[in-house]
């Protein structure tokens, strides 16, 4: 009597070897997707975001780096700017705070803002990463607001609100060899607003008998004539921060006796200032 031998059939684990030895590369990019798409679903709707606070000098975004200053347009985008935001609608920065200073007899000016980021932690680094850069303060950062794009210098960073707080002290500014309509242009009671209250305010202002600084000039057509020149002293209020124990204002002058200052508003810009006294 025969037998009739039976085919037998491949098993489910065989079937699916045979799968994935024929298809292995698709398999490979699929997982590989499915991965990163896993890890970006968990970060946008499960993670909770991380938030810091930096504090950053608007310009070329290299502390080193000599560039030129923010004019009054790119200013006036910035102080109108509302919010960054992901292709889903997540926050990316939010400006908290601008200040302003004018960069003397330049129509530029020194701009400080202050922003509310996302960013990533490094692992058990201390270390943190916005939009794939690595943080710290002297380094660059880039910013991609609806209205207005710029970068700038990191100058400080935390975890904490970062809020620029005043203390006002009252300094001399002496001029030894100014010209009497200088004199005449200072006004008492003229002030700077930096954007977010006035930090400089001239309470009073005096000068030296004129007659005791004149200077032999000459005309184009070689003609001697006698310059008036008269010592000018004007007391003025001025709102700064204590940095490391010394008095700092425009985020970066220290004021103290024998220092150069640079002052600015709109009616009169103070160069070549002197401190004489600070109380």
């Not at 692992?123 to 910013?143: A, D, M």
């Amino acid at each position: 009597m025969s037998q009739k031998r039976v085919k037998k059939q491949p098993s489910y684990l065989s079937k699916l070897w045979q799968f994935v030895a024929g298809y292995y590369f698709i398999i490979i990019i699929v997982l590989c997707v499915g991965f990163v798409g896993a890890v970006s679903a968990y970060k946008f709707f499960i993670a909770k975001p991380t938030y810091i606070y930096v504090r950053v000098k608007v310009g070329q975004g290299l502390w080193w780096a000599s560039t030129l200053k923010p004019n009054q347009w790119l200013i006036e985008a910035i102080r109108h700017t509302t919010e960054e935001n992901d292709l889903i609608g997540g926050l990316t920065a939010k400006l908290t705070e601008v200040i302003i200073y004018p960069w003397t007899l330049s129509g530029q000016y020194d701009v400080y803002v202050t922003a509310k980021i996302r960013v990533s932690k490094q692992g058990n680094t201390g270390k943190y990463s916005f939009k794939r850069e690595t943080l710290g303060v002297g380094g660059p950062i880039e910013f991609e607001f609806p209205n207005v794009q710029f970068s700038g210098s990191v100058v400080e960073l935390s975890e904490e609100p970062l809020v620029t707080r005043y203390i006002e002290k009252t300094v001399y500014l002496t001029k030894k060899y100014g010209f009497p309509w200088e004199y005449e242009a200072i006004q008492i009671g003229d002030t700077y607003n930096d954007g977010k209250e006035v930090v400089f305010n001239v309470l009073d202002k005096t000068t030296s008998d004129s007659a005791d600084f004149n200077f032999i000039e000459w005309n184009p057509i070689s003609t001697e004539i006698v310059s008036t020149r008269q010592y000018i002293t004007i007391k003025a209020l001025i709102k700064g921060q204590m940095i490391n124990d010394q008095f700092v204002f425009g985020q970066e002058q220290v004021v103290a006796p024998g220092k150069a200052i640079s002052v600015s508003t709109n009616r009169f810009t103070y160069s070549d200032f002197v401190i004489s006294k600070v109380e």
